[in-house]
């Protein structure tokens, strides 16, 4: 029998505590997922690791792995004599048994876990999670999602195999980046009447071609023109719930923070994020003559010089029609 170092697999030390076999598992899984990873070998790997982890995270199992030793990965090796006496209550063949299967066979593997009278215990299925995209809008209105993918599953033997599941997923509005949304009894299948595990959504958003997402507050850019920004305008500008129209104070500066209330994201439990528009002031590019003109008048009257001026950002709270 091959040895497989199921610690070196999920790249974590012999003395890990649950919590780093299970982090480790979830970001392995997470990076391996044949339905997401780009790697060659990603199926294969992804196989390894649910092993591994199938192993380890229970303490009985991962005490008789233990006892088998350190060895090389890939060496062949037998079990210790009383390591089956210890550990097991099925007669092995270790001639042609694979590591992976020893445990699954071990208690609490491909039998289940027996309480009392010996019958199998219930154990839940596997949390998953998987990466999720979706666009400002979604994020802003909620949206359902067609998920097809194709789930990781352990067969009463204990074995592995992937199994096609195509369900509809609900994205509540306000969803937005960084965020785990959580989708019960969609992961793995249940064993003996366990119940299934959870499926976790690890929300991202599109980047979007007018709005910069922080939590649930959007930025965006907002040209003005030197006039606008000297005599106050009002303009029309953008917001996931359409446009609007925004008042520009006289005086505006470049740089300056416009502050939309309530226009960004909506938060899970009521209300909304702002929208900031970051003011910058734009000159014309090909003015004509008779606009240079102006501007040489403006200059000849005009007092103002701006690299003896102390710079002022200009922070409102401004209002829409």
Request: aromatic share 8%; hydrophobic share 30%; no cysteine.
């Amino acid at each position: 029998m091959k040895y497989k170092d199921y610690y070196e697999v999920l790249g974590v030390k012999r003395d890990a505590s649950d919590a780093e076999i299970k982090s480790a598992y979830r970001k392995l899984a997470h990076k391996y997922h044949p339905d997401i990873s780009k790697e060659k070998d990603a199926e294969q790997r992804f196989k390894e690791v649910a092993e591994a982890y199938q192993t380890l995270k229970e303490p009985e199992k991962r005490a008789a792995y233990d006892q088998l030793g350190k060895q090389r990965p890939g060496e062949e090796f037998r079990p210790p004599p009383d390591w089956q006496k210890q550990y097991g209550d099925t007669h092995f063949s270790f001639d042609d048994l694979d590591l992976g299967d020893l445990f699954a066979e071990l208690r609490g593997g491909g039998r289940g876990r027996t309480g009392r009278g010996g019958k199998p215990m219930a154990e839940p299925g596997e949390d998953y999670e998987i990466p999720v995209q979706i666009t400002l809008e979604q994020a802003y209105r909620g949206t359902d999602l067609d998920l097809d993918l194709s789930m990781p599953e352990y067969d009463e033997h204990g074995v592995l195999h992937r199994t096609p599941r195509n369900f509809k997923a609900h994205i509540p509005k306000g969803a937005t980046d960084g965020q785990r949304l959580r989708v019960p009894g969609k992961g793995g299948k249940g064993r003996n009447g366990g119940r299934d595990g959870d499926l976790y959504l690890s929300i991202s958003l599109y980047p979007h071609p007018h709005f910069r997402v922080s939590g649930h507050d959007l930025y965006m850019d907002l040209p003005l023109a030197p006039w606008e920004a000297v005599l106050g305008a009002s303009v029309e500008v953008p917001t996931p719930g359409g446009p609007v129209r925004l008042k520009i104070p006289p005086g505006t500066q470049a740089g300056g923070k416009l502050r939309l209330p309530k226009r960004g994201l909506p938060r899970p439990r009521g209300g909304e994020g702002d929208l900031f528009a970051m003011v910058q002031i734009v000159v014309p590019m090909d003015a004509s003559e008779k606009e240079k003109a102006l501007y040489g008048q403006l200059a000849e009257v005009s007092g103002f010089d701006p690299r003896k001026q102390p710079r002022q950002e200009a922070r409102h709270e401004s209002t829409t029609h």
